[in-house]
């Protein structure tokens, strides 16, 4: 038998990190099993399709890889437990409901340390966790297996750095972080992603690598509600355009207000953050914020036209991404609704079935439905929403008082006289419609 970087890499998880990495790992010859509960994503998998369709087109099906036998995917966890498999990657949820949730990563750690024969036992974790959850979770697990750390085992970390929404960007263009508690773990992590990773940092040990993911996302949470902040604090202004301008500046990155922050890791950021010692009151304290801010930008949108009958364009929480995790379109549909609004709902990337269990609002024809709305709101900036041509949007619209976009998308378009645009965090959003000298 060889060394642990020259067996089969054993990944639990076949959600979008374990398929890419393990993926990326088989097309430079390493060979990966991936372990997974859902039945289907495995089947897909080993037939050489993609293992799941909520996601938009990647780079790579590995469709080869999997006909080589360099990449497969089981049902069956006791496959990853055998002597031959020393290296174990979990790319495992770490959210449930939305909320963070530890309890996964326990429930497969704790198998590994009971029930792996191979020694010793070298563990990454690509998901991302809260890094308190290294000591209180992990670590306990493998003391009470009888696992000693760095003898028995090696723990590493190196979260994964999102890309799909950012086009142009790979795994093998965003810079790498890794973190291991022993040199041994720290030179395995360097062999591995090496080939599929352009550049590497070294963080001092694991808690370090899986802090730098949890702060990436705070800043981004905060910047996100700092914008809907100017929102409130400069009512008389168009914050939006001011937002969009300072972005010019080479060390601006552009933050649009919004009607909330949808998706996993960022909108928990906080949480995440929270779990560590000292901290447990910050979470609280921002989710009080976050709900004046974000509830206060939703209420503001019906002071600019009737909302008798409104459309909701998307579901998703990105374009072109099926995912909809607290996705401020989905709220919004409810919250009209419960008001007695009559609400409709669009989104090209869900069914009318998925919709009305999603929203509990009828769905939308678009964009013939949208004659039938007195207000539109565009909350996702799908491809279909950027690219309807003029006529058919205007006669869409033959019958609305006021379209509010949410991140800008139609902004610049020319709408007819009784349709008032506005824009989230453009002028008078808040205060209601005023006229700029």
């Known amino acids: 038998m060889g060394g642990p970087s020259d067996d089969e890499i054993a990944i639990w998880g076949l959600g979008l990190i374990g398929y890419t990495l393990a993926g990326e790992l088989a097309r430079t010859g390493r060979r990966c099993l991936i372990m997974d509960i859902d039945e289907e994503r495995v089947a897909r998998l080993n037939s050489g399709e993609m293992p799941f369709t909520h996601l938009p087109k990647l780079p790579y099906t590995y469709a080869a890889e999997t006909r080589s036998g360099m990449l497969r995917a089981t049902t069956e966890d006791e496959l990853l437990l055998t002597a031959d498999h020393p290296v174990h990657i979990l790319c495992i949820p770490t959210e449930a409901q939305g909320s963070i949730d530890d309890g996964t990563l326990g429930h497969v750690v704790k198998r590994i340390?009971?029930?792996?024969?191979?020694?010793?036992?070298?563990?990454?974790?690509?998901?991302?966790?809260?890094?308190?959850?290294?000591?209180?979770?992990?670590?306990?697990?493998?003391?009470?297996?009888?696992l000693e750390h760095r003898t028995d085992y090696h723990l590493g970390s190196s979260p994964r750095r999102d890309w799909l929404t950012e086009r142009g960007r790979t795994m093998a263009s965003i810079p790498k972080i890794i973190g291991g508690d022993s040199p041994e773990i720290t030179a395995l992590m360097r062999k591995l992603y090496e080939p599929i990773c352009g550049e590497i940092h070294e963080a001092p040990d694991a808690k370090h690598a899986a802090l730098v993911k949890v702060i990436e996302n705070y800043f981004r949470y905060r910047d996100i509600l700092l914008a809907n902040e100017l929102v409130t604090m400069l009512p008389g202004y168009d914050v939006s355009s001011v937002l969009r301008m300072a972005s010019t500046k080479w060390n601006m990155q552009e933050y649009h207000p919004s009607l909330g922050i949808g998706g996993y890791c960022v909108p928990l950021a906080k949480d995440y953050l929270a779990a560590e010692p000292g901290l447990e009151g910050l979470a609280e304290e921002l989710d009080s914020t976050e709900e004046r801010l974000f509830s206060e930008a939703r209420r503001a949108l019906r002071k600019h036209g009737r909302f008798g009958t409104v459309a909701v364009l998307g579901v998703a929480y990105a374009p072109e991404m099926k995912i909809h995790a607290r996705s401020p379109g989905v709220r919004l549909a409810r919250e009209l609704a419960k008001d007695g609004v009559t609400v409709r709902v669009h989104d090209p990337l869900y069914s009318d079935d998925e919709i009305t269990r999603i929203t509990g609002c009828a769905p939308l024809r678009f964009p013939d439905g949208l004659a039938e709305c007195d207000s539109v709101v565009l909350v996702t900036p799908h491809e279909p929403y950027r690219a309807i041509d003029r006529e058919a949007l205007l006669a869409g619209l033959s019958q609305a008082t006021c379209?509010?976009?949410?991140?800008?998308?139609?902004?610049?378009?020319?709408?007819?006289?009784?349709?008032?645009?506005?824009?989230?965090?453009?002028?008078?959003?808040?205060?209601?419609?005023?006229?700029?000298?």
């Open 113 to 146: 340390a009971n029930g792996a024969r191979a020694r010793p036992l070298h563990v990454v974790v690509e998901s991302t966790i809260a890094p308190a959850w290294i000591d209180s979770v992990i670590h306990p697990a493998f003391q009470e297996a009888g």
């Open 403 to 437: 379209v509010v976009d949410n991140l800008g998308t139609w902004a610049g378009r020319a709408f007819p006289e009784h349709v008032r645009y506005v824009e989230v965090g453009g002028p008078g959003y808040i205060s209601g419609p005023v006229t700029l000298s």
